[in-house]
């Protein structure tokens, strides 16, 4: 792998792991609040001032979502970090499409934009870590152009040639950087646009690396 | 003092607008800038605390809006981050700068100083 490459790949690593680490900063400070929130309340109770016990259900409520939705995070970041793990497995795709929506749920939100993910039950052996890039790549670019209320959908098939993923809803012709069509390339994935999509034919059988 | 709170958490700007209340400090809150802007239309606030990352519009995006509005208006931003890039933008824009998660003491305290400045 040459230097630019390592770079980009690490650049990928780093875009993701920011957005994750700010995502769990939300999530920590919501807690905070919340839990601040209940210390203020019992302080004002031992003052006299009565609690209601709605009040308290909501703010306890409102802390367990909360615990919920880092534990979401958390479980996605290490579904990511054990992408490296192996170079080529078995995949369900409709998993690794789900977790690359929800990884880049703060882009497509920053960009007014939402990202709908349509169940599919495909498998493919491929490599996860260089999926998950070209798929975070065309979602990134997808949102380049993208306005408020753009709605893109990410789907899955399998098709005579291969495992065909369709990334669609864009409100102009995107216009991909060479980087994402080397990503795929070293795939062995065949990368186009059109009508406003950007679609991506996974071959069913790794490429051979020559390693 | 009235505060103006914007983050596009809304379970978080809720909970502090109603702990600086209980501080006796009154809190509105927004979460989006569209919303802020509408808000601070109607009547001007003492002090914005504002998110920096927000979607749509960022905190120092707002921020040059609340300007034109209110020109006498405070601003302190929030920063999930805390990074060298986030820092120098909002020292170079505003008063003060607090790293999330937040203390509300320290929320009062800056609140008090920007009021000075």
């Known amino acids: ?211 | 003092m009235t505060i103006l709170l914007v983050d596009d958490e809304q379970e978080l700007v809720s909970a502090m607008a109603e702990r600086l209340d209980m501080r006796g400090i009154h809190a509105e809150f927004a979460c989006c800038g569209t919303d802020a802007i509408r808000m601070a239309q109607k009547k001007c606030y003492d002090v914005a605390v504002l998110d920096m990352k927000m979607p749509r519009m960022s905190g120092l995006e707002l921020r040059r809006e609340l300007s034109a509005l209110c020109p006498d208006m405070r601003f302190i931003f929030l920063s999930g981050h805390g990074s060298e890039e986030d820092f120098k933008a909002g020292s170079a824009e505003a008063a003060s700068y607090l790293i999330k998660p937040v203390d509300i003491e320290d929320l009062m305290e800056t609140i008090r100083t920007v009021m000075e400045q």
């Not at chain 1, 690794?96 to 709908?116: F, Q």
């Open chain 1, 1 to 211: 792998m040459s230097d630019t490459s390592q770079r980009d790949d690490l650049k990928f690593f780093g875009q993701v792991s920011a957005t994750i680490s700010h995502d769990l900063k939300n999530v920590l400070a919501v807690i905070n609040e919340g839990a601040g929130l209940l210390d203020d309340l019992c302080m004002l109770a031992g003052k006299g001032r009565p609690i209601e016990p709605e009040r308290l259900a909501s703010v306890a409520k409102s802390i367990l979502g909360q615990v919920r939705r880092g534990d979401a995070i958390i479980k996605n970041m290490n579904t990511f970090a054990h992408s490296v793990d192996e170079d080529v497995r078995s995949m369900d795709m409709g998993e690794m499409l789900t977790l690359m929506g929800e990884l880049c749920s703060r882009p497509v939100k920053a960009a007014g934009a939402s990202l709908e993910v349509t169940p599919c039950e495909c498998h493919l052996r491929a490599d996860p870590y260089g999926v998950e890039r070209v798929l975070h790549g065309m979602i990134l670019c997808a949102l380049k152009n993208a306005q408020q209320g753009t709605a893109l959908t990410l789907s899955a098939t399998m098709e005579a040639e291969g495992l065909r993923i369709l990334l669609a809803g864009l409100p102009q012709e995107p216009h991909p950087e060479e980087q994402l069509h080397e990503t795929a390339r070293a795939l062995g994935a065949q990368f186009h646009v059109r009508n406003r999509s950007l679609e991506l034919t996974l071959p069913t059988q790794p490429p051979e690396t020559g390693n």
